[in-house]
């Protein structure tokens, strides 16, 4: 059975949550490289909260948790973003900003600047929402798939179970 096939006959949680994880098996990553959607615990919208500020540079605070929109995200030792955690994601009007840019160039040539948690999905602009990632990944069938099936299932009401 295709993957088509195999998620026609799932529901739409079912659906984001199986693709998501297929994802990441298929591409060998840890969540810190591959920016998978973050879990959620329902699609119903939360009022706006804080966010941290940081600035666009290669390495920001180091073991350091920021906050924004409710949303939770971790740098490790060498102040990389490792981490995020999302609850009650929405699906809102997504652009791009000027820092995913500069952590694209980060990366070299053939990358772009990507959220960890989808600017679709309420992921700020921030340095602590970013990391490299090859081109053809962020724009191929992990965009369609993972980010696509996860703003179907939350606009359909489903939900992402956490993890």
Do not use: W
């Not at 929405?90 to 990507?114: E, F, H, L, N, P």
């Amino acid at each position: 059975m295709n993957l088509r096939a195999h998620a026609a006959a799932k529901t739409a949680a079912q659906t984001a949550a199986t693709t998501a994880a297929l994802a990441a098996a298929l591409l060998g990553a840890s969540a810190a490289a591959v920016p998978v959607p973050a879990t959620a615990a329902s699609s119903k919208a939360t009022a706006v909260r804080q966010v941290d500020p940081a600035k666009c540079e290669k390495n920001i605070d180091k073991n350091h948790t920021y906050q924004a929109h409710g949303y939770t995200f971790r740098t490790d030792g060498q102040g990389r973003p490792e981490h995020a955690d999302a609850f009650n994601m929405k699906v809102t009007k997504a652009g791009r900003g000027s820092c995913a840019t500069k952590v694209g160039q980060m990366g070299g040539s053939g990358y772009d600047g990507v959220h960890l948690i989808t600017n679709s999905l309420n992921g700020d602009d921030k340095r602590y929402n970013l990391v490299p990632q090859n081109h053809a990944l962020n724009t191929g069938s992990y965009n369609h798939q993972v980010e696509g099936g996860t703003r179907r299932c939350i606009t359909n009401g489903g939900q992402i179970p956490a993890t």
